[in-house]
């Protein structure tokens, strides 16, 4: 028998961070509302510093979810072949499945993105084989929930270090962290080549902040719940203030399958299941999607119904494209010294030479030094090439370079292409007879070109340090969504080439919003969750000045 629960006023999908927020600022507003997050609460204590279990890693298993046993999805390769993967192999581009979601355990760098970040088609023209474009909104008209963003969550930093910031009208409340030994090795060497190093931007408390703690610099950190709760994800800043207000019902452990409709082309609630495998019934007046770039398509697609029979707001055949990521690339380097002095997080400086007007190159990224990479990760994913990965000759480059490593890496800006998509499989479903979303795509030869170039300066900053020998990291041509995955129901003003209008109201249906990284026309050369956290704040601006003028959409 389906459950009934008691109407809302808004149900939110999802509680990572454009949902987290949406929910506390509806329910600030005085509107009734309840928050479906599929996973459960995450804390320190249940996981510990176990790295074979880490979001970043994971090799046995996704500690923060989703789970094994319950969820799978498809993974198509370059040559059409598909394979159906477990949430802890990388090919299934994972979102971690918990209260907070992938903002409990993420590296929490807090980046704007820059003012053409917005306008890349009419800076950078025409890409073959992509459907570059500019956003409907303007930075200037992102910029207060930015800041609002900053201030709410807490963000440590100080952009008057950065000549290629975008303006701001206030700065960020809390200091930037201090540069590590690793870091002023750097800083001196960028100064040299003429860049301009600043501290990196964090959403983590460099002192105590909204009544938590100052960050204890443990080593396990990205990839890891906090130990003193002094990262800031939306678990531990808005939702708990949202729940405070009596007008927000958090409730876990809720797989949404569906957005139902009425006849009259009105979105009229979700269809979920409970821990029990109980399946209820949500109305509400207003439904907010934040279930992640690849969830969010994934349950449109699989609403279909008599008015949308290829998935809601799918009638020109936009929901799911555009699957963007980052095309990660940069350089390691061995240095004769050990730079490393175990203060986490490690990241701790960055350059922003190289985002943008580089002759020749559309886009760029970001610079930064990487997180402290535990043992396993560094042993699989950051020694030179032809080294070895087991037996003597694998332990004794361990204990010899472990310490005298330092790597640098960006994340460069993907040109958006059509065919990298989110779309439902045919012949395989989940644990709850759901369709599970089959992805498929590649990078363009744009973006491989921009990765080689990114990777350059890396070197060329790690030999300006003292480095003895560097080499090069370029990404592979498939698809990325693993980190950073945004574009797959892209806002746009026009319904014919985008998903949602400039609100994150999904054309053609008045109700239904859309408040997370599936918004993002092209996804900046930073990480994006300060972004996905402002659009869920003007997202929410937009619904709650409609809704107070009495309109019911």
């Given at each position: 028998?389906?459950?009934?629960?008691?109407?809302?006023?808004?149900?939110?999908v999802?509680?990572?961070?454009?949902?987290?927020?949406?929910?506390?600022?509806?329910?600030?507003?005085?509107?009734?509302?309840?928050?479906?997050?599929?996973?459960?609460?995450?804390?320190?204590?249940?996981?510990?510093?176990?790295?074979?279990?880490?979001?970043?890693?994971?090799?046995?298993?996704a500690?923060?979810?989703?789970?094994?046993?319950?969820?799978?999805?498809?993974?198509?390769?370059?040559?059409?072949?598909?394979?159906?993967?477990?949430?802890?192999?990388?090919?299934?581009?994972?979102?971690?499945?918990?209260?907070?979601?992938?903002?409990?355990?993420?590296?929490?760098?807090?980046?704007?993105?820059?003012?053409?970040?917005?306008?890349?088609?009419?800076?950078?023209?025409?890409?073959?084989?992509?459907?570059?474009?500019?956003?409907?909104?303007?930075?200037?008209?992102?910029?207060?929930?930015?800041?609002?963003?900053?201030?709410?969550?807490?963000?440590?930093g100080?952009?008057?270090?950065?000549?290629?910031?975008?303006?701001?009208?206030?700065?960020?409340?809390?200091?930037?962290?201090?540069?590590?030994?690793?870091?002023?090795?750097?800083?001196?060497?960028?100064?040299?080549?003429?860049?301009?190093?600043?501290?990196?931007?964090?959403?983590?408390?460099?002192?105590?902040?909204?009544?938590?703690?100052?960050?204890?610099?443990?080593?396990?950190?990205?990839g890891?719940?906090?130990?003193?709760?002094?990262?800031?994800?939306?678990?531990?800043?808005?939702?708990?203030?949202?729940?405070?207000?009596?007008n927000?019902?958090?409730?876990?452990?809720?797989?949404?399958?569906?957005v139902?409709?009425?006849?009259?082309?009105?979105?009229t609630?979700?269809?979920?299941i409970?821990?029990e495998?109980?399946?209820?019934?949500?109305?509400?007046?207003?439904?907010?999607?934040?279930?992640s770039?690849?969830?969010?398509?994934?349950?449109?697609?699989?609403?279909r119904?008599?008015?949308?029979?290829?998935?809601?707001?799918?009638?020109?055949?936009?929901?799911?494209?555009?699957?963007?990521?980052?095309?990660?690339?940069?350089?390691?380097?061995?240095?004769?010294?050990?730079?490393?002095n175990?203060?986490?997080?490690?990241?701790?400086?960055?350059?922003?030479?190289?985002?943008?007007?580089?002759?020749?190159?559309?886009?760029?990224?970001?610079?930064?030094?990487?997180?402290i990479?535990?043992?396993?990760?560094?042993?699989?994913?950051?020694?030179?090439?032809?080294?070895?990965?087991?037996?003597?000759?694998?332990?004794?480059?361990?204990?010899?370079?472990?310490?005298?490593?330092?790597?640098i890496?960006?994340?460069?800006?993907?040109?958006?292409?059509?065919?990298?998509?989110?779309?439902?499989?045919?012949?395989?479903?989940?644990?709850?007879?759901?369709?599970?979303?089959?992805?498929?795509?590649?990078?363009l030869?744009?973006?491989?070109?921009?990765?080689?170039?990114?990777?350059?300066?890396?070197?060329?900053?790690?030999?300006?340090?003292?480095?003895?020998?560097?080499?090069?990291?370029?990404?592979?041509?498939?698809?990325?969504?693993?980190?950073h995955?945004?574009?797959?129901?892209?806002?746009?003003?026009?319904?014919?080439?985008?998903?949602t209008?400039?609100?994150?109201?999904?054309?053609?249906?008045?109700?239904?919003?859309?408040?997370?990284?599936?918004?993002?026309?092209?996804?900046?050369?930073?990480?994006?969750?300060?972004?996905?956290?402002?659009?869920?704040?003007?997202?929410?601006?937009?619904?709650?000045?409609?809704?107070?003028?009495?309109?019911?959409?």
């Amino acid at each position: 028998m389906t459950i009934r629960d008691k109407h809302a006023d808004a149900v939110v999908v999802g509680s990572g961070a454009g949902g987290g927020v949406v929910a506390k600022e509806l329910s600030e507003a005085g509107l009734k509302v309840v928050l479906l997050e599929r996973g459960g609460w995450a804390h320190y204590a249940a996981h510990g510093d176990d790295e074979l279990t880490a979001q970043r890693s994971f090799p046995l298993e996704a500690f923060f979810g989703p789970d094994n046993e319950r969820y799978r999805r498809v993974a198509v390769d370059r040559q059409g072949n598909e394979r159906v993967v477990l949430p802890n192999d990388w090919a299934y581009q994972n979102n971690a499945a918990c209260v907070g979601s992938g903002t409990v355990s993420y590296g929490a760098m807090a980046w704007r993105f820059m003012r053409e970040d917005f306008t890349m088609r009419s800076t950078y023209g025409d890409i073959a084989g992509s459907t570059l474009a500019d956003w409907p909104i303007s930075y200037d008209e992102l910029e207060p929930h930015y800041e609002k963003a900053e201030w709410e969550i807490g963000v440590a930093g100080d952009d008057d270090q950065n000549p290629f910031a975008p303006p701001r009208k206030k700065p960020h409340p809390m200091p930037p962290f201090p540069h590590t030994e690793e870091s002023k090795v750097l800083e001196k060497a960028a100064k040299t080549l003429g860049y301009h190093p600043f501290p990196i931007p964090m959403l983590r408390n460099s002192v105590p902040y909204d009544n938590r703690p100052a960050c204890v610099h443990v080593r396990n950190c990205v990839g890891f719940a906090c130990p003193v709760d002094a990262k800031n994800g939306t678990q531990n800043t808005v939702i708990p203030k949202a729940i405070a207000t009596g007008n927000c019902e958090l409730r876990i452990h809720a797989q949404v399958t569906h957005v139902l409709m009425n006849d009259s082309g009105k979105a009229t609630g979700v269809r979920y299941i409970d821990k029990e495998d109980q399946e209820h019934i949500q109305s509400a007046d207003i439904i907010v999607l934040s279930a992640s770039a690849t969830e969010t398509p994934r349950l449109l697609l699989n609403s279909r119904n008599r008015l949308h029979p290829h998935g809601i707001g799918n009638r020109y055949d936009w929901v799911g494209r555009n699957l963007q990521g980052h095309a990660y690339c940069g350089a390691d380097g061995l240095f004769g010294e050990e730079l490393f002095n175990r203060d986490g997080p490690g990241a701790t400086i960055a350059i922003a030479d190289f985002v943008h007007n580089n002759p020749g190159i559309t886009g760029g990224a970001v610079l930064c030094n990487e997180f402290i990479k535990l043992p396993y990760a560094y042993s699989s994913g950051f020694r030179p090439p032809g080294s070895k990965s087991w037996g003597r000759a694998h332990k004794e480059f361990q204990k010899r370079n472990y310490m005298r490593n330092v790597s640098i890496r960006g994340p460069v800006q993907e040109v958006p292409n059509f065919e990298s998509r989110v779309e439902v499989s045919d012949s395989v479903r989940d644990y709850w007879e759901m369709p599970v979303a089959r992805i498929s795509g590649f990078k363009l030869d744009e973006d491989i070109k921009t990765a080689r170039f990114i990777a350059d300066k890396a070197q060329k900053w790690l030999e300006a340090a003292g480095a003895t020998e560097v080499w090069q990291s370029i990404p592979g041509t498939g698809v990325s969504g693993s980190q950073h995955q945004s574009g797959t129901c892209r806002m746009g003003d026009d319904p014919q080439t985008s998903v949602t209008d400039r609100y994150g109201r999904v054309h053609d249906v008045d109700n239904l919003f859309i408040a997370d990284g599936s918004l993002h026309v092209t996804n900046g050369g930073f990480n994006p969750v300060l972004t996905i956290m402002a659009l869920g704040y003007r997202v929410s601006e937009y619904i709650v000045k409609e809704w107070q003028a009495g309109n019911r959409f």
